[in-house]
C-alpha cells in the first residue's frame, strides 16, 4: 500500500514529537524530584534527555534508510527478521505494539474524562465519551490535521506553565535538598523522565511531514524532545519552589498552594498533554495496522481508537495502572529491537546513503548507552518509592 505523504511544517514536525512524550506522566516527575533534590533532577534529566535523544536519532537513521514504510512494524519485518520464524516473531511485535499503544491511550481517555468530571461536574462517563470524541477525531483527519492540533495544544501547555510560573513567583521557595535520595528514588525520577521524553513512534512521522527537507529531521527532534524538558524543569522548578510538600500528582499540591485557580490551569494542562500525546499515538498505531494488515485508513482509525476506549467505559483498570503497563513494555521492547535494526538498515537499508546519519553518535559505545537507559527505565518503572 503507497500512503501519499503530507507535508509538515518544522514546528508542526517538533511539536508531534513533544505532543507525543509529554502525557500525563510528566505530572509524577516534581513529586520524584522532590525525593532526589533539584541538583541530582537537573543531572537525571541531562541524561535522561542525552539518551532519548540518541535512541530518536537512531530511528530517524533507521527511517531514512528504508525510505518506505511509514512506522516501524514492517521494518522490523524486512531487516531484522529472517527464516521460517519470520512472521511470528513480526506478528508478536505488531501485537505487543498494540498492547503498549492501546494501554496509553487508555490511559489518557481515562485521566481525560477523570478531569472534564472534575472541572465541570459531569458523570464521569461523559466526559469519557467527550475526551474519546476530540482525541480520535483529530487523528481521523490524518498527519496535517494531527501536525496542527499539535502545534496549538504545544502552545497552550507553554502558556499554561507560564501561568503557572507567574502565580509562584511571590511565594517563598521550599525547594527540597534532597533528603531521601537513594538509588530506588533516583532509578524511579530517571524512569519517568524516559517516559516522558518517549516519542520513538512519532519520529516516522516526522520524516514522512518533513519529507520536503530531510535535513531538517533532526533538527525537529532535537527541538521536540528539547521542549518537553523545558516542560520538565519549568513544572519541577515551579512545584518545587511553591509546594511546602510535593504531592505524588503535582497539581493536587500546587491548587493546595496557590489556591483553585491554579487547579484549573494545571487541569487544562494535563487534559492538552494527554490529547496531544493520544493523538501521535493513535495514529501511530492506525498506520501500523493499516500497514500489517492491509485494511483502508478509516478502518484502522477505527480498530486503533476504540479498542481504548471501549476498555476505559468498562472500568477494567485506572489510570497510573494503565501508566506502568504501557512505560514497562515499550522500553523493553526498545532496549532489545531499536540497536540491531539499525545496524541491520546500515548493512541492508535500501538507502545506502542517506541524506542524513548519525555518524559518530550512532556507534557502538552510543548504541550500548541506550540499551543500558531504555533498561534502566524499565527498572525504574517497576521499583518501589
Known amino acids: 500500500m503507497i500512503r501519499q505523504k ?82 511470528i516473531f513480526t506478528w508478536i511485535i505488531f501485537s505487543l505494539l498494540a498492547i503498549a499503544f492501546i494501554s496509553s491511550l487508555s490511559a489518557y481517555i481515562a485521566g481525560g474524562g477523570e478531569i472534564l468530571m472534575n472541572l465541570l461536574g459531569m458523570p464521569l462517563w461523559v466526559g469519557q465519551c467527550a475526551v474519546y470524541a476530540v482525541a480520535a477525531g483529530v487523528v481521523f ?25 507567574f502565580g509562584s513567583v511571590r511565594l517563598p521557595f521550599h525547594i527540597s535538598s534532597g533528603q531521601h535520595v537513594n538509588l530506588n528514588s533516583l532509578l524511579a525520577l530517571f524512569g519517568m523522565m524516559m517516559f516522558s521524553f518517549f516519542a520513538i513512534f512519532s519520529v516516522p512521522q516526522v520524516v514522512e511531514g518533513l519529507h520536503w527537507n530531510k535535513k531538517l529531521i533532526p533538527r525537529a527532534i532535537i527541538v521536540g524532545i528539547g521542549l518537553n524538558g523545558v516542560i520538565i524543569i519549568a513544572l519541577s522548578l515551579i512545584c518545587l519552589g511553591a509546594c511546602p510538600q510535593v504531592t505524588r500528582i503535582a497539581i493536587i499540591g500546587l491548587g493546595n498552594t496557590l489556591g483553585n485557580w491554579s487547579s484549573i490551569v494545571g487541569s487544562l494542562f494535563i487534559l492538552l498533554a494527554m490529547l496531544s500525546s493520544y493523538w501521535s499515538i493513535s495514529f501511530a498505531l492506525s498506520v501500523v495496522v493499516q500497514e500489517r494488515l492491509h485494511w483502508d485508513e478509516r478502518l484502522s482509525w477505527l480498530i486503533a481508537t476504540l479498542p481504548s476506549f471501549l476498555i476505559v467505559i468498562a472500568g477494567t483498570t485506572d489510570f497510573l495502572g494503565f501508566m506502568r503497563v504501557a512505560g514497562g513494555a515499550i522500553a523493553v521492547l526498545v532496549a532489545v529491537m531499536v540497536v540491531p535494526l539499525l545496524n541491520a538498515v546500515r548493512k541492508h537499508g535500501k538507502v545506502a546513503s542517506p541524506q542524513w546519519s548519525m555518524g559518530f553518535w550512532g556507534g557502538p559505545f552510543f548504541q550500548l548507552l ?7 527505565m524499565a527498572v525504574g518503572s517497576m521499583v518501589s518509592i
Open 6 to 87: 503530507k507535508k509538515l511544517t518544522f514546528f508542526e514536525s517538533a511539536a508531534i514529537v513533544t505532543g507525543y512524550g509529554v502525557g500525563g506522566g510528566i505530572m509524577a516527575v516534581p513529586y520524584l524530584a522532590s525525593l532526589t533534590g533539584i541538583a541530582a533532577m537537573l543531572i537525571v534529566l541531562i541524561l535522561a534527555y542525552s539518551i532519548s535523544l540518541l535512541l530518536h536519532l537512531m530511528i530517524a537513521e533507521i527511517m531514512l534508510r528504508d525510505d518506505e514504510s511509514a512506522q516501524m512494524v514492517e521494518v522490523f519485518n524486512r531487516y531484522l527478521f529472517r527464516g521460517k520464524g519470520a512472521v
Open 141 to 165: 483527519f490524518g498527519l496535517k490535521a494531527l501536525g496542527i492540533s499539535e502545534k496549538y495544544a504545544v502552545i497552550g501547555i507553554i502558556l499554561f506553565v507560564v501561568v503557572l510560573a
Open 370 to 376: 541506550v540499551i543500558a537507559g531504555y533498561i534502566l
